[in-house]
């Protein structure tokens, strides 16, 4: 099929090249000029696993990327609206992008069109595309308009897209039910995964099409964003009172995950979920509940939660390392997680600006993300490192920020040896407080009771923290009675 893309942030893109994948042919259009050079020479301007390859296989082929919607709209049966939709002041969606999109697709349609808002939006958006286009003088006849919410998480969203756990479409006609049908016909056929080429994941089962009216599709992706928000807070807060009460969340997840009715996935405690989806949604979804006569304090609380979590971490490097002022820290991790260089509602960035608003000074290392990160701190406060260890030379601390896989796997008796104090601060719970111990490590986690290395450390840790060791109890840590 021909298909259409407008738009080639992290879902177009990843969209635009995933169709390319699945045999159809597709042009994609990007307005910024810088990023339409890059694409158009095949490369990828984000960091994302397996788009380089995608982009290598299709570009100039299959995949095609113009600055004009109007090659687009020429080009395609079904055009993807992918645009940005940053947050107002107000919490509300700023469709403004979309409402240009659409007028651009209105002056160029010929045929009939399907138009697909991928793009989170509010409820009844695809009403308002509807309207908008019939007011610019379309048609009704020459287009329908369906919604079709991407669940595409950054640093897997390839994988995502080719391996979904459902695809949903939101129609209000029959014809945008049968093109959207057939745009994604070789993965609920299952051909795509008979390919010998195909992009490889862990399960080929046949994919399901949930079909829904457009305002239904709308609320199932601001519900489900909300909903994993909401366990992430949720197990956050348990992680508060296991740290109070010397409990192991790593051990409560486990017990809590094995039950099939709650499952174990987004229940990994840390310092809270950022990123360019869950904030922003959350606060659409409650305007939006607003709008509607519901006061959804329930997402209020999700959102205090995950404030709380970057502040409270932030006190337990203030406890182990006090004063902050004129300590230097290693920090490992800068992106909002793993996989990815975005650097967007990063919890990892806002730890290190209160950090570095304290007086301390910052050597950083983060695989993708230091070019991004190089445009948000002054030079004077953080130093990038060229690789995890180079960061952690003479450091008073090291701060663990962004679960990368390579974080999880460092050499400990390399890092014990680089400090000049072994005291760690893992913000993602990448280790078991058994393994910093055995490492001579001083490890203080999410919702785990601390680990204080050899008597000798642990005497440098107690002076250090003594002031503050009445509040362990309800801060950071438990009193050293309970720490195993
Ligand atoms: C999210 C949704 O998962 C995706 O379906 C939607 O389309 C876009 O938003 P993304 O923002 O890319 O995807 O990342 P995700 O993997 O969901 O993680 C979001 C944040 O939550 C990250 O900061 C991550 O570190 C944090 N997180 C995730 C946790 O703190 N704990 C968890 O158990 C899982």
Sequence with gaps: MNIGVVGCGYVGLVTAACFAELGHSVVAAECDASKLRILQKGQSPIHERDLPGLLRRHSGARLQFRQSIAEVVQHAQVVFICVGTPALHNGESDLSHVDAAVREISRCVRSHLLVVEKSTVPVRTC???????????????????????EFLREGTAVRDFLYPDRIVIGVGDERAQRLLNRVYRPLTSGKYYRRCDRIPSGSSASIRIIETSPETAELIKHAANAFLAMKISFINAVATIAESVGADIGEICTGLGSDARIGSAFLNAGIGFGGSCFPKDLYAFRALADKAGYRFDLISEVIRINDDQRVRFVEKVRMALSPLRGKHIAVLGLSFKGGTDDIRESPAVEVLRRLIHEGVTVAAFDPAAMIRARKEFPEAAVRFAADPYKAMIDADALLILTEWPEFA????SRVRNLLRSPIVLDGRNLYSPSQMKTAGLDYT?????????????TESVALTSSADDASW????????????
Excluded: E, Y
């Design 445 to 457: 986690s999410v919702g785990r009771p601390p680990v204080l290395a050899d008597s000798t450390q």
């Design 409 to 412: 796997a460092l050499d400990l």
């Design 127 to 149: 009403a308002a595309i509807r309207r908008a286009m019939i007011l610019n003088g379309v048609s009704p006849d020459l287009f329908s308009v369906a919604c079709n919410p």
């Design 473 to 484: 109890t309800t801060g950071g840590r438990p009193s050293l009675g309970t720490a195993t």
